[in-house]
T-cell receptor, first 112, second 112 residues
Framework: GAVVSQHPSRVICKSGTSVKIECRSL??????MFWYRQFPKKSLMLMAT?????????EQGVEKDKFLINHASLTLSTLTVTSAHPEDSSFYIC????????FGPGTRLTVL | GQQLNQSPQSMFIQEGEDVSMNCTSS?????WLWYKQDPGEGPVLLIA?????ELTSNGRLTAQFGITRKDSFLNISASIPSDVGIYFC????????????FGQGTTLQVKP
């Protein structure tokens, strides 16, 4: 069946650095990818909608200059957390769009 | 924006007991989905509901799409220790944007 992968699964970085998270659809093409973040014991909050070949659409309150999204191909969407700070520590999940939505396994980001 | 209210927030039950949780919304949802999330993992789809009144089972799990399209419930019968986790309801609201809106989650703990 369809699989969405994320890399890395876990990352620890120093405050001020940038971190790139990759989301790949392995056996299908995803023209749309949704990016969510989840704080511990909290629900998933939609950050942005990534569309192949066009600019991402960000939800209200999400800084587009801080969370850079690139959807350069039909199988790859990336989320870059720029100048990360401890409050950016979270679980980031990508979800493919379409009639059936497939979840990536998530990336645990810890900013020291 | 559209929101989902999920309850209860947490449950601590004895193995073998039945479990019920529900989600409500102030606005109509076009689909209802129920997910389970284990620690450190992405959510896994349990049941998807697409029509008002639909009642669907998946093993010991049963979920229904409310007639008003503003609510859904999930029942787990004869709980077992591996049912432990966080359960989320989610849905596609109006506008057919593909965005999933999540409930706050129900944390289930099962005592052997």
């Amino acid at each position: 069946g369809a699989v969405v992968s994320q890399h890395p699964s876990r990352v620890i970085c120093k405050s001020g650095t940038s971190v790139k998270i990759e989301c790949r659809s392995l056996d299908f093409q995803a023209t749309t990818m949704f990016w969510y973040r989840q704080f511990p014991k909290k629900s998933l909050m939609l950050m942005a909608t990534s569309n192949e070949g066009s600019k991402a659409t960000y939800e209200q309150g999400v800084e587009k200059d801080k969370f850079l999204i690139n959807h350069a191909s039909l199988t790859l969407s990336t989320l870059t957390v720029t100048s990360a700070h401890p409050e950016d520590s979270s679980f980031y999940i990508c979800v493919s769009g379409g009639d059936t939505q497939y979840f990536g396994p998530g990336t645990r980001l810890t900013v020291l | 924006g559209q929101q989902l209210n999920q309850s209860p927030q947490s449950m601590f039950i004895q193995e073998g007991e039945d479990v019920s949780m529900n989600c409500t919304s102030s606005s109509i949802f076009n689909t209802w989905l129920w997910y389970k999330q284990d620690p450190g993992e992405g959510p896994v789809l349990l049941i998807a509901l697409y029509k008002a009144g639909e009642l669907t089972s998946n093993g010991r799990l049963t979920a229904q799409f409310g007639i008003t399209r503003k609510d859904s419930f999930l029942n787990i019968s004869a709980s077992i220790p591996s049912d432990v986790g966080i359960y989320f309801c989610a849905g596609h609201g109006s506008g057919n944007t593909g965005k999933l809106i999540f409930g706050q989650g129900t944390t289930l703990q099962v005592k052997p």
